[in-house]
């Protein structure tokens, strides 16, 4: 029984469900998706560069952690550098500046 990666999670980062998936599948659980099975989160007034900071550490580090290949890597990176792009063509600075934390935590997160 592996111990839980208290790198992950809040408040420091996030990911942990990432990483629990991970973990079970690579203990050999089978993974089925189910359209009907919703989660809803209650909506908070959160700092959106703030979360994608910290969400895109921890995907950045989960990516590392599990040896992802480069092509993945490369692909998650893309993500929000497409969508920092994308979000100034549509003129929505606060879109944009989410993207560019979200690609500045993945970096930081990968490299930690």
Do not use: C
């Amino acid at each position: 029984r592996k111990k839980v990666d208290e790198t992950l999670g809040l408040p420091a980062s996030s990911g942990e469900e990432t990483e629990y998936l991970i973990r079970a599948i690579d203990a050999g659980a089978r993974i089925e998706y189910d359209p009907s099975i919703v989660v809803h989160h209650p909506r908070k007034n959160v700092d959106l560069p703030v979360l994608g900071s910290r969400e895109g550490a921890g995907i950045g580090y989960i990516l590392r952690k599990h040896h992802y290949p480069a092509r993945t890597v490369a692909r998650m990176l893309f993500r929000p550098a497409g969508g920092v792009l994308v979000a100034l063509a549509q003129r929505d600075r606060a879109r944009a500046r989410f993207q560019l934390e979200t690609l500045r935590g993945r970096v930081r997160g990968y490299r930690s």
